[in-house]
Every structure is written in C-alpha cells, then in structure tokens.
C-alpha cells in the first residue's frame, strides 16, 4: 500500500501501512492548541484492508472532504469513509475558524469507493471529547422550521452548494407563514448566532440578504445544528 501524506500549512506528515495519525488541538497533527472551540482529536487517517479511512472524532460538527475532482462529502460525527481520490483536503470549522488539510495518495490510482465500513468514530483512534460547542443554540420548533426550510438542498444532497436557496417568499409559502413573520424569525435568529460570535449573520457592509442566508444555512448544517433527519419536520 502506497503512503498517505498529510499537509497543514507547511508541513508534511508521512503516514505508513499501519499509522495512525491523529489532527486536532492536541493530535499528532497539532492544528491550533490555543482554539478552546476544537476538539482534543478531530479525525484520524488509518489504513485497513490496504485503503486509507478517514474518522470524524467529534462530538459535534461535520468534516467536508474535497476531491481533486471537485466532489464535497460532509462527514458527520462518528463517521468513517475512506480516501478514494489521489488528492483531497479536509475543512472543519473551531469556533470562528476554518482549518484544512490535505492529501495525497503518492503513486497510486484512483479506485472505486470500498464497501464503507461499519465502525464508528470509537472505534479508531480517541473518542470524542467534550469542548465548547461555538455558535449552537438550543431551537424552537418554528425555528428549527425555518432553517430546514431554508437548508433543504443541502440536507438532501450534501455536494449542493450553501448558496443554492429557496426564496423568502416560497419559504413563507410552505410553512404558512406570512413574509413579515418569515423575515422577523430569520433577524431574530441570525442576531442570535451572531451574538454568539458567529460571522456574517449581521448588516455588515458588503453582506447581501442571500450572502446571510447562505452564511446561515452554512453555519446551521456545518455544527449540527440541523440534520436531514429534521427533514420531515417541514412536511407536517
């Protein structure tokens, strides 16, 4: 099996058959120990049955793995997929930051994706730890309406993109809402996550509404907030 190499910012970590490598606030890859929003350990590279898997190790918040061909999957917590193309990155946000890093599978051809494997996030590498969860507030019901109402094409297809939105209006429509109580809950709860610190929810100069709203649904489906398992709550 070929190895698998790992890069954060200048550095390159040289994974061999049977490593396993860690990244997080105090991983084998130390990614920022000051970030008292990151978990202890993130995510795990390891090999098995000569392919390289990658473990979302926390508690709360999804990886995004980016293909060299331009394909994004969410790795929710607990989750196990393997590395299927030759070169790729990892994003997850800590708090108000934004992390990455990338690999590459030296002298090896792409493959089909292997069976996935049942394991779970405990099962390689540490368990997820407890951390100061950023930007996550506890939802009513008609809020939690309204961001699945909002994030539903990234909820059914997570490669959709955050900006791919339904309009105010069509939202209303589906919940039986009127716009003004539609725009009153959508102020009232990007001022609330941005109280919380999170960016881009405010009238900042150079923010449009759907720059918002995307920052929102962006935010809402990244930490967990909400899941496709809430995807039903807009059919009642």
């Known amino acids: ?6 890069f954060f910012i200048d550095e390159l970590t040289a994974a061999h058959a049977g490593d396993v490598i ?5 991983g084998d890859i130390e990614v920022d120990e000051a970030n ?3 978990h202890r350990i993130v995510g795990t590279f390891f090999d098995r049955d ?3 898997w ?3 190790n926390s508690k709360h918040g ?11 999957t969410r790795l929710p917590p607990g989750a196990v997929t393997a590395l299927t193309e030759i070169t790729g990155a990892v994003r997850f946000d800590a708090g108000p930051s934004t992390y990455e890093l990338g690999w590459t599978l030296p002298g090896q ?5 292997p069976t996935s494997h049942t394991g779970t996030g405990d099962d390689f590498g540490a368990s997820p730890d407890q951390t100061r969860q950023f930007g ?3 939802l009513n019901h008609e809020q939690r309406q309204l961001l699945v109402a909002l994030a539903e094409a990234s909820l059914v297809d997570p490669t959709a993109p955050s900006t791919d939105l339904p309009a105010n209006a069509a939202v209303a429509h589906r919940l039986g809402w009127s716009a003004k109580k539609l725009d009153r809950k959508l102020d009232y709860l990007c001022a609330r996550l941005a109280t919380e610190g999170v960016r881009g929810l405010r009238g900042e100069k150079g923010f449009e509404a759907i720059d918002r709203r995307s920052r929102l649904v962006e935010h809402a489906t990244s930490s967990g907030m909400i899941s496709a398992e809430d995807l039903d709550i807009i059919n009642e």
């Open 109 to 113: 051809d792409p493959m089909m994706p």
């Open 1 to 6: 099996m070929s190895e698998l190499h790992i």
């Open 62 to 72: 999804n990886l995004t793995l980016a293909g060299d061909g331009g394909r994004l």
């Open 22 to 26: 860690t990244f997080g606030r105090s």
């Open 50 to 52: 000569n392919v390289w």
């Open 36 to 38: 008292q929003y990151m």
């Open 54 to 56: 990658l473990t979302n």
């Open 136 to 138: 996550v507030v506890n």
